[in-house]
């Protein structure tokens, strides 16, 4: 079993930031990439930020310049810095792993369940 469990959303106002986490447990082996999706109200999920395990990272243009992604030295969690939040960045954020859970086994796409985000005065 692999969980990943995330922290950090809530309510913020406009030109705000919030930090968002997400680790990783379980059966482990390995873990090829992280990043962080979103989605709100009536669109499909988007990617917002991922990186590799080698520290690689891409950004929507959407928030290219505002928001970070990193992760720890374990490359177990993975945190999204969200700075000059925007009402538009209202969603639903949902952390991705690509995680190997034997030495053998295949890449699976793993979800946390999600973090409410929502920027409003």
């Known amino acids: 079993q692999v969980q990943l469990v995330e922290s950090g959303g809530g309510l913020v106002q406009p030109g705000g930031s919030l930090r968002l986490s997400c680790a990783a447990s379980?059966?482990?082996?390995?873990?090829?990439?992280m990043g962080w999706y979103r989605q709100a109200p009536g669109k499909e999920r988007e990617l917002v930020a991922a990186?590799?395990?080698?520290?690689?990272?891409n950004y929507a243009d959407s928030v290219k310049g505002r928001f970070t992604i990193s992760r720890d030295s374990a490359l177990r969690t993975v945190f999204l810095q969200m700075n000059n939040l925007k009402p538009e960045d209202t969603a639903v954020y949902y952390c991705n792993g690509r995680i190997r859970t034997s030495a053998v086994g295949p890449l699976r796409d793993y979800w946390g369940q999600g973090t409410q985000v929502t920027v409003s005065f």
């Open positions: 379980g059966t482990i082996s390995s873990i090829s990439g």
């Open positions: 990186t590799t395990r080698y520290g690689l990272a």
